[in-house]
């Protein structure tokens, strides 16, 4: 069993940036593919970026401005989010994709206002 803990968000005014972080409880280079999701109010869970090795992908909404990473030595895996907007207020989450239910941990909130 491997807990997963968010920490980074906060608030933040339009066009800033935040860098999230995911502190695994244990190795999580056997994971595979990586993925940070997010849930807004009302909407549900959607996932925003993955990583695979060195690979990487990302929804449409967030190209260009996100970049996820890991560093399976530190059982860790970020989220630099640059240019922020007000609709990528949301709960953040990581786990892996596809997701393990029992690894939800309780996310790290992003609110993106003036």
């Known amino acids: 069993q491997v807990t997963l803990v968010e920490s980074g968000g906060g608030l933040v005014q339009p066009g800033g940036s935040l860098r999230l972080s995911c502190a695994a409880s244990g190795s999580i280079a056997s994971f595979g593919t990586m993925g940070w999701y997010r849930q807004a109010p009302g909407k549900q869970r959607e996932l925003v970026a993955r990583?695979?090795?060195?690979?990487?992908t990302y929804v449409d909404s967030v190209k260009g401005r996100f970049t996820i990473s890991r560093d399976n030595a530190k059982k860790a895996v970020y989220l630099q989010m640059n240019s922020l907007k007000p609709e990528d207020t949301a709960v953040y989450y990581c786990n892996s994709y596809p997701p393990r239910e029992n690894y939800w941990g309780q996310g790290t909130q992003v609110t993106v206002s003036s």
């Open positions: 990583i695979t090795g060195g690979r990487t």
